[in-house]
């Protein structure tokens, strides 16, 4: 089945460590998102990638990091310096170019104790 | 900037009701626009994608509108059913290229009655 894998589906962080969120695509697609989502405050951008080994910030990227080493994978490390990361995280992908349909991921829920 | 937004936020029918749900955006310059459906804690589900050129889409009982003109966007779900409770969200992206990203309303969320 073609689809957009994210893991964990929980994911819990004590203050000041460094997490990663995993997320993996065998849609052949280009592009990979990163959101996150807030109660009340809709879909946000975190960084995107257009092509491996290329990555830009979104609107909201401070304390996030991405790597692009493989076409299928785009992992999201939540650093320590991200002051509220509590939210629910999605991943979305498409063929790039703005054309077409983005497709998301399951999503990964993480909360800080 | 674009911006997106949905209205009402929640919105609650009987079952069998035939319904609309609103999606209106700023700038009309957009290149297409996208319609989601999320269950409680999931993921977002593609529903409908209506690229500028194009006055509508169909999928079964949806039926995505778009004019661009009026910065305005429909969803009709016809016989709506409990399954079809769920958050709905609109996109638009605002053009082609390396650089184009979306931009999300805050969603409808939806109950159907029995």
């Known amino acids: 089945d073609g689809g957009i894998t994210q893991s964990p589906k929980y994911l819990f962080r004590k203050e000041g460590q460094n997490v990663t969120l995993s997320c993996e695509q065998n849609l052949n697609h280009d592009a990979m998102y990163w959101y996150r989502q807030d109660p009340g405050q809709g879909l946000r951008l975190i960084y995107y990638s257009q092509i491996v080994n290329d990555f830009q910030k979104g609107d909201i990227a401070e304390g996030y990091s991405v790597s692009r080493e493989k076409k299928e994978s785009f992992p999201l490390t939540v650093t320590s310096a991200q002051k509220n990361p509590t939210a629910f995280y999605l991943c979305?992908?498409?063929?790039?170019?703005?054309?077409?349909?983005?497709?998301f991921g399951p999503g990964t829920r993480l909360t800080v104790l | 900037k674009q911006e997106v937004t949905q209205i009402p936020a929640a919105l609650s029918v009987p079952e069998g009701e035939n319904l609309v749900l609103n999606c209106s955006f700023t700038?009309?310059?957009?290149?297409?626009l996208q319609w989601f459906r999320q269950d409680p804690g999931k993921g977002l589900t593609s529903l409908l994608l209506i690229q500028s050129s194009q006055r509508e889409q169909t999928s079964g009982r949806l039926n995505a509108s778009l004019d661009k003109s009026s910065g305005r966007s429909t969803l009709y779900i016809a016989a709506s059913q409990p399954g079809d409770s769920a958050t709905y969200l609109c996109?638009?992206?605002?053009?082609?290229?390396?650089?184009?990203?979306?931009?999300f309303g805050k969603g409808i969320t939806l109950s159907v009655r029995p």
């Open positions: 979305a992908s498409d063929m790039g170019g703005g054309y077409n349909e983005q497709f």
């Open positions: 996109a638009v992206r605002p053009h082609t290229g390396a650089n184009s990203k979306l931009t």
């Open positions: 700038d009309s310059a957009i290149y297409n």
